[in-house]
C-alpha cells in the first residue's frame, strides 16, 4: 500500500514540473514575426462584399456601406 501511495505522490509531483521549451533557431533568429498583408490587398470573398484588390478607397467604401447597413436607426428608415 505505502509503494502504491509513493507511486501515485511520484507521479502527481512529476506531473507539476515544468518542462523547457526549447526553442528553434528560427525563433532565435528573431524571424518568428509573419507580417500580414492589408486588408484591400486580398481577394474579396466569392459570394461576400466585392472591392477591387489593391484600390483601398474602394475597400474603405465597401466597409462604410457595411457598416451603414448594421446600424439600426438607418435601417428602421428604410
Excluded at 521549451?21 to 524571424?31: C, M, V, Y
Aim: proline fraction near 5%; charged fraction near 25%; hydrophobic fraction near 30%.
Amino acid at each position: 500500500m505505502r509503494r502504491l501511495v509513493f507511486a501515485a505522490g511520484a507521479l502527481l509531483v512529476a506531473g507539476c514540473m515544468e518542462v523547457e521549451q526549447a526553442s528553434t533557431p528560427a525563433q532565435q533568429a528573431g524571424q518568428t514575426v509573419k507580417r500580414d498583408t492589408s486588408p484591400w490587398n486580398n481577394e474579396p470573398l466569392a459570394n461576400g462584399p466585392k472591392w477591387t484588390k489593391g484600390d483601398r478607397t474602394s475597400w474603405e467604401e465597401q466597409i462604410k456601406t457595411r457598416q451603414l447597413a448594421q446600424n439600426e436607426r438607418s435601417r428602421g428608415r428604410q
